[in-house]
Nanobody, 124 residues
């Protein structure tokens, strides 16, 4: 049984930082593609960053390039998202997701496994 458990969300002021974690069980971060998705209030879930092939390939949506870093610890089977220089538009529920295969995709429909999410709130 695959389980993904996010943690690390919170409330910060603009310019602040947060580090999200996603503890995975039943799926290996070294072989699956992992991603973070944001769902802002009233909006659809959107991909933020993804990492595949054991961490060798990464992708970031333009709005977070240079501010967010996705990484993984294959020894502990944990996915991370370091979020720096946070902006109010980064506010939302952040979900960890996993899929099989080695190619990066940001369409949420192709991700089979999901966590429950962790809330990030950035105030101006």
């Amino acid at each position: 049984q695959v389980q993904l458990q996010e943690s690390g969300g919170g409330s910060v002021q603009a310019g602040g930082s947060l580090r999200l974690s996603c503890a995975a069980s039943g799926v290996s971060t070294s072989s699956a593609c992992m991603a973070w998705f944001q769902q802002a209030p009233g909006k659809e879930r959107e991909g933020v960053a993804a990492i595949c092939t054991g961490g060798h390939n990464t992708y970031y949506v333009d709005s977070v390039k240079g501010r967010f870093t996705i990484s993984q610890d294959n020894g502990t089977n944990t996915l991370y998202l370091q979020m720096n220089s946070l902006k109010p538009e980064d506010t939302g529920m952040y979900f960890c997701a996993a899929k099989n295969g080695n190619w990066i995709q940001m369409n949420p429909r192709v991700y089979k496994y999901w966590g429950q999410g962790t809330q990030v709130t950035v105030s101006s």
